[in-house]
């Protein structure tokens, strides 16, 4: 089993931006990628940034394509989203999710661990 802690949530102004970690720990042998997804109460998941651990290809949703940038420390098992020119609509609960993407890394059922969740609240 994965154990996913994210922090670095919080609420800033229109055009800042932010970083968001995610810890993780458990069974991480069997992790082949990582990413962030994000959901609005009343609206589906939606998946902002993934990657394959230990290199290889990358994710990001046309949202946030520019503005987004996903990363991982494999030493330090954390995994990080960092996001710039934020907008309100990227208002969400920001989740870190881990799993094998047997697929694709688009593919949202590759992903079988989640974290809590952080907020993440952009005024205008």
């Known amino acids: 089993q994965v154990q996913l802690v994210e922090s670095g949530g919080g609420s800033v102004q229109a055009g800042e931006s932010l970083r968001l970690s995610c810890a993780a720990s458990?069974?991480?042998?069997?992790?082949?990628?990582m990413g962030w997804f994000r959901q609005v109460p009343g609206k589906e998941r939606e998946e902002v940034a993934a990657?394959?651990?230990?290199?290889?290809?990358?994710y990001y949703a046309d949202s946030v394509k520019g503005r987004a940038t996903i990363r991982e420390d494999s030493v330090k098992n954390m995994l990080y989203l960092h996001m710039s020119d934020l907008k309100p609509e990227d208002t969400a609960i920001y989740y870190c999710?881990?799993?094998?993407?047997?697929?694709?890394?688009?593919?949202?059922?590759?992903?079988?661990?989640w974290g809590q969740g952080t907020q993440v609240t952009v005024s205008s």
């Open positions: 999710a881990a799993g094998r993407c047997p697929n694709r890394l688009a593919d949202h059922s590759g992903f079988g661990d």
């Open positions: 458990g069974v991480l042998y069997i992790v082949y990628c």
């Open positions: 990657l394959y651990r230990g290199g290889g290809s990358t």
